[in-house]
T-cell receptor, first 113, second 114 residues
Framework: KQEVTQIPAALSVPEGENLVLNCSFTDSAIYNLQWFRQDPGKGLTSLLLIQSSQREQTSGRLNASLDKSSGRSTLYIAASQPGDSATYLC????????????FGQGTTLQVKP | GAVVSQHPSRVICKSGTSVKIECRSLDFQATTMFWYRQFPKKSLMLMATSNEGSKATYEQGVEKDKFLINHASLTLSTLTVTSAHPEDSSFYICSGRTGGQPQHFGDGTRLSIL
């Protein structure tokens, strides 16, 4: 059974810092992995999607890496801003047929001005 | 593109009533829709998967008679919480996808049962 874990659960950094969020999964036979952002009381916004054959994806100040063999992914946020404050969720898709996503518990990020 | 609209965004009702939540894909045909439940400061837990025109597939531990899911068209799925009780209070989020594409999420519904 696939399990997804995110560390740390919460993180507080001053504005401008670069930071790394971690995600690990127990079953390396994944189809793809996604990073989402969730603002309080809101739905999910997809940030980056990495296919199992890819090593990383970049969008603006965000870079996500995937090491399938070790069951790890990281989300790197460069030059953090207060507007980056949110909960970041990692989700693994084991099957393209079902499309089911298994989510980690999330990392709640606070960027202080 | 790929917008999913969820309604209502918040609902407060008395214990014992039934509550219906709608999930609509506005600009794509959602062949599959998913319903999730999220407890405070917890992750999303998949409740059920529904394919248009078929019965929903429920995850282990989810009562199908309690959480009725209907996916009658390619743009609309509904979740009805029957005879709701305070323990059903939660944040419910739907998503839709077409074919093998990634899921697109609604903004969620905050359900509070008094």
């Amino acid at each position: 059974k696939q399990e997804v874990t995110q560390i740390p659960a919460a993180l507080s950094v001053p504005e401008g810092e670069n930071l790394v969020l971690n995600c690990s999964f127990t079953d390396s036979a994944i189809y793809n992995l996604q990073w989402f952002r969730q603002d309080p009381g809101k739905g999910l916004t997809s940030l980056l999607l990495i296919q199992s054959s890819q090593r990383e994806q970049t969008s603006g100040r965000l870079n996500a890496s995937l090491d399938k063999s070790s069951g790890r992914s990281t989300l790197y946020i460069a030059a953090s801003q207060p507007g980056d404050s949110a909960t970041y969720l990692c989700a693994v898709n084991n099957s393209s047929n079902t499309g089911k996503l298994i989510f980690g518990q999330g990392t709640t990020l606070q960027v202080k001005p | 593109g790929a917008v999913v609209s969820q309604h209502p965004s918040r609902v407060i009702c008395k214990s014992g009533t039934s509550v219906k939540i709608e999930c609509r894909s506005l600009d794509f045909q959602a062949t599959t829709m998913f319903w999730y439940r999220q407890f405070p400061k917890k992750s999303l837990m998949l409740m059920a998967t529904s394919n248009e025109g078929s019965k929903a597939t429920y995850e282990q531990g989810v009562e199908k008679d309690k959480f009725l899911i209907n996916h009658a068209s390619l743009t609309l799925s509904t979740l009805t919480v029957t005879s709701a009780h305070p323990e059903d209070s939660s944040f419910y989020i739907c998503s839709g996808r077409t074919g093998g594409q990634p899921q697109h999420f609604g903004d969620g519904t905050r359900l509070s049962i008094l």
